[in-house]
């Protein structure tokens, strides 16, 4: 079965860190662009970060910049969003995908169609 695993959410005081871990099943992630996506109640899906197959190029959504490191690690077929310094703000459903023609760019921006949607981890910064 072809699928994408997400991992690592949970609860979290502000301030403090997680890693969320995107696992894919029955493919090679080294040939798609990954990218982190999330949602919170009442809003829309939204790009958090994207990272090309070589792991060259990554891109941040300006309300995570300087806080949050997307990496890939294509032997272990797992891509990884660590999070630091949360905020209230960042509660959501965090979501993976690949992409295997699109762009870190129009990935990000939601432009380009995904191939693979994992189910979600839910990640909630709270005191």
């Known amino acids: 079965q072809l699928q994408l695993v997400e991992s690592g959410g949970g609860l979290v005081q502000p301030g403090g860190s997680l890693r969320l871990s995107c696992a894919a099943s029955?493919?090679?992630?080294?040939?798609?662009?990954i990218g982190w996506f999330r949602q919170a109640p009442g809003k829309e899906r939204e790009g958090v970060s994207c990272?090309?197959?070589?792991?060259?190029?990554?891109k941040y959504a300006d309300s995570v910049k300087g806080r949050f490191i997307i990496s890939r690690d294509n032997a272990k077929n797992t891509v990884y969003l660590q999070m630091n310094s949360l905020k209230p703000e960042d509660t959501a459903i965090y979501y993976c995908?690949?992409?295997?023609?699109?762009?870190?760019?129009?990935?990000?921006?939601?432009?380009?169609?995904?191939?693979?949607w994992g189910e979600g981890t839910a990640v909630t910064v709270s005191s």
């Open positions: 995908a690949a992409d295997r023609f699109g762009g870190v760019h129009a990935m990000c921006d939601m432009r380009s169609g995904m191939d693979y």
């Open positions: 029955g493919f090679t992630l080294e040939y798609y662009a």
């Open positions: 990272i090309s197959l070589s792991g060259g190029i990554a």
